[in-house]
Nanobody
Framework: QGQLVESGGGSVQSGESVRLSCAAS????????RGWFRQAPGEERKGVAL???????GYADSVKDRFTISEDKNKTTLYLQMNHLKPEDTAIYYC????????????????????????WGQGTQVTVDS
């Protein structure tokens, strides 16, 4: 099974931008849901931005118009461009793929295929200072 490796996290000031990358090692993304999740201290993991193979993109309301998910044409790297960062964006960010079908709600809740664990990266920390 392939692996996902995130990079690009770090500490930034409020209002700044960061781009996260997620490189697929040993395989290309399948034609199923993939995207970004995040987990803040003391909170559950929530969806941030998801991409379906038909090009449908979904975002949590809290990041809409600030974050953009994209993928390289070879389907081996997933990106998350994060602009106008806020302290509440501080979290560990995870990329995930092979999730089957998925749907992200405005609050970040993700409904996805049952019984499919998917492939997850190890996470990268993003800290936004006010």
């Amino acid at each position: 099974q392939g692996q996902l490796v995130e990079s690009g996290g770090g500490s930034v000031q409020s209002g700044e931008s960061v781009r996260l990358s997620c490189a697929a090692s040993g395989y290309t993304f399948s034609k199923t849901c993939r995207g970004w999740f995040r987990q803040a201290p003391g909170e559950e993991r929530k969806g941030v931005a998801l991409l379906e193979n038909d090009g449908t993109v979904g975002y949590a309301d809290s990041v809409k118009d600030r974050f953009t998910i994209s993928e390289d044409k070879n389907k081996t790297t997933l990106y998350l461009q994060m602009n106008h960062l806020k302290p509440e964006d501080t979290a560990i960010y995870y990329c995930a793929a092979d999730l089957g079908s998925c749907l992200i709600k405005g609050d970040g809740t993700v409904y996805r295929s049952t019984g499919i664990r998917g492939t997850w990266g190890q996470g990268t920390q993003v800290t936004v200072d006010s």
